[in-house]
């Protein structure tokens, strides 16, 4: 297992991305390299991990969760129920916890802040992502997802095509994974200091929660949705004139 690349350990079972979280390890945007690479400088026994990930793999996991089964519909409608609508629900949520968190430690101020805007620039980049995905980028999947279905041809010019609106997502992508990163580092891996108020530690923790939804969120669009969106866009491509 340690030459096996972090995002095929993944997509044998998606609930070994939790490991990877635990050990801070990006499986998603960097996964290309092996479990060897990936744990070599943290403060871990190899066997430790391999053993936690053999758990996972061994896991059944619910039909609903088979997602490298599904349809590119099936998947949207996932992504848009369960993680769009956790972070619509959470990012208010946690952003007031952050204010209240600075009001009541005078002492943390300083981290609380640098914390707090970059959660900030982080929601808004979010929401950002989150607008085009259900405007543009989801309802287009849809369409030839449906074309699909009913053994349809379309026109698809060359400038509508799925990659050419993921190059514009990846950079946006590039920027939460380094807004979280950043999030991770201020907050010394999620730990708030001891004496800090009931409602600090409520902000690390679901800073810590958001995390780890981010990157599945992520997982699932850009290993399981899009390749399957572009397979089936070149299934039903028409020429245009």
Excluded: W
């Excluded at 993944?10 to 979280?21: A, C, D, G, H, P």
């Excluded at 088979?66 to 848009?80: G, Q, Y």
């Excluded at 992520?218 to 399981?224: A, D, E, G, V």
Aim: proline letters at 3%.
């Amino acid at each position: 297992m340690t030459n096996k690349l972090v995002i095929d350990i993944v997509r044998e079972n998606i609930s070994t991305s939790k490991v990877f979280f635990h050990y801070g390890i990006d499986y998603c945007c960097n996964g290309t390299i092996t479990l060897a690479e990936a744990i070599k400088d943290l403060e871990v026994d190899m066997n430790t991990v391999i053993n936690e990930l053999k758990k996972h793999l061994s896991d059944n996991l619910p039909s609903e969760e088979n997602m490298h089964l599904m349809m590119p519909d099936e998947l949207i409608e996932i992504i848009k129920d369960k993680h769009h609508g956790y972070l619509h629900l959470n990012l208010p949520l946690i952003h007031e916890s952050g204010q209240i968190a600075v009001r009541e430690n005078p002492e943390e101020a300083k981290v609380l802040v640098d914390l707090l805007s970059a959660f900030v620039e982080l929601r808004d980049n979010l929401n950002k992502n989150i607008f085009k995905e259900d405007n543009i980028i989801f309802p287009y999947i849809l369409n030839i997802t449906e074309a699909y279905k009913n053994d349809l041809k379309i026109d698809i010019a060359p400038f509508r095509k799925i990659t050419n609106a993921l190059n514009f997502m990846e950079l946006e992508n590039n920027k939460t994974h380094m807004l979280l990163s950043k999030i991770r580092t201020l907050s010394n891996n999620y730990s708030a200091e001891p004496s800090s108020s009931k409602i600090c530690k409520l902000f690390y923790s679901k800073l810590k929660e958001m995390e780890e939804e981010i990157y599945i969120h992520l997982y699932i669009q850009n290993h399981i949705l899009f390749p399957k969106a572009i397979e089936l866009e070149n299934t039903v491509s028409g020429t245009v004139n």
